[in-house]
């Protein structure tokens, strides 16, 4: 979603403003824009579209030390140049950058701004024109500023210029990420540390309802009472290389290729000196105080939520509810005596899942994150956090994260059956490291899901997915995949739900991908296939060595049955990239989808 920039020190900013832009692109944005500050003035240059097309648009010849970007995922008013961010005042003194959403914008716009001619349909601008109105009637920048936050409800990231103060950018965050990252003679602000990972590793954490003062010097963090703010920076321990494309023509197919070695360093981050898979004792407590866990994530994370309940259940032996984040956050079931809340996130930052974290944590519940991203809000928030180790994800379609994901609930399940004294009847280390082989040999079969997706995806105008069981899941994780990057309608069903109403959509060719991994459930899946057959779909079957039969598509390599889902996803991912490739689809930056989703 929306992502941030801003750098004050000795060098030319367009550049670094614009590399910053490019890192974030990942995140997903239709509009670009940046604003530069020197003793001319303020230049602002925006576009609609791809950063390319804003690096085209900018003059070249305008140098200036200071500046702040922006790229738009558009929510108040459509995608266009008008709309994009920078914003300013109609006095023209200042400029401004937002990601979030304010939700009282009309009411300031009633109450403060009468009179004034808006230019854009944006809640941004009302925050701009708000602090020039202010000044201009005689409040200090700063005070007008605070004054401004404090009236703003909803989320919100900042960075404001003042062309009367070329020494400054002045930053605010609630609700939405933002950092600011240390150099010598400079300084930064990202909403992401990866976007200026170019310049510094060096970024200070920002807590909600705070704002920075940053110079080239010097970096101030206030509340909004005007009190002073010690924090220690962090180092961010991200290697530039991670977020690089390398030879590979899309993020994508690099981070399927990287799941083998993501499971491998899983397995090595959980084990402690003797090899033995280790969980922090503080978690296990709460596991152990618990009487049910409630697993809380949207999107393909809410789908390793579905897995992870398996895990939990079959193995620890505690019962599991899996919410999706944005229905939990107004419709919160009836809950149990002593619930644990579990949180998984990708990128630590989905508004919806912070929503329920900060709900719980009100009514005292403890929570656990299971992220990607130290350091990011739903870790910080919650009492501890898990981390997947699975480098960072820069394509929208989530691939990786979610066999980390996987992988980390079943540790996280196998560490607590131990502390509950079940003896499980494999070794986990032991199978991980064949879900990591498996992993390869799929990620060598490219050719044949190449195939595949030309035999059954190239001109269809829906897909579904099939599967039984824990399959099922895996099904739903497989159709989203599709979907999103393909723009084929795709659809996730239970073999058994079929004959109640979705089976009325197969027609002479209908693609029905199924899954068949599970020995208890294989009849059954192979008689809905039947059941399709029999009224012209087009089956693919990708089944589980051992139970394949000849009319399947592919076979996996062997995995324990537990662990199926680890390896029956990567075909499925693959498929869904070829499928986008044959349709000509951006398959890293899919149309109207934000990596981090980072409204509610
Ligand atoms: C799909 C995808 C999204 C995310 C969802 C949650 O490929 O990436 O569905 O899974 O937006 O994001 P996180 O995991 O960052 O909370």
Redesign the pocket.
Known sequence: MCGIVGYIGQQDSKEILLKGLEKLEYRGYDSAGIAVMNNEGIHVFKEKGRIATLRDAVNQDVAANAGIGHTRWATHGVPSKVNAHPHQSNSSRFTLVHNGVIENYSILKNEFLQGVELKSDTDTEIIVQVIDKFVSEGLEVEEAFRKTLALLKGSYAIALLDELNKETIYVAKNKSPLLVGLGENFNVVASDAMAMLQVTDQYVELMDKEMVIVTEESVTIKTLDGNVVERAPYTAELDASDIEKGTYPHYMLKEIDEQPLVMRKIIQKYQDENGKLTIDQDILQSFDEADRVYII?????YHAGLVGKQFIEKMANIPVEVHVASEFSYNMPLLSAKPLFIF????G??AD?RAVLVQVKELGYKALTITNVQGSTLSREADFTLLLHAGPEIA???TK?YTAQLAVLAILAAVTAESRGIELDFDLVKELGIVANGMEVLCDAKEEMEEIAREYLSTTRNCFFIGRAVDFYVGLEGS??LK?ISYIQAEGFAGGELKHGTIALIENGTPVIALATQEHVNLGIRGNVKEVAARGANPCIISMKGLETEEDRYVLPLVHEALTPLVSVIPLQLISYYAALHRDCDVDKPRNLAK??TVE
């Open positions: 994530a949207a999107g393909t994370s998984i996130s990708q990128s930052e989905t899942s929208v379609a989530s994260a989203l995949k999103e981090s989703v």
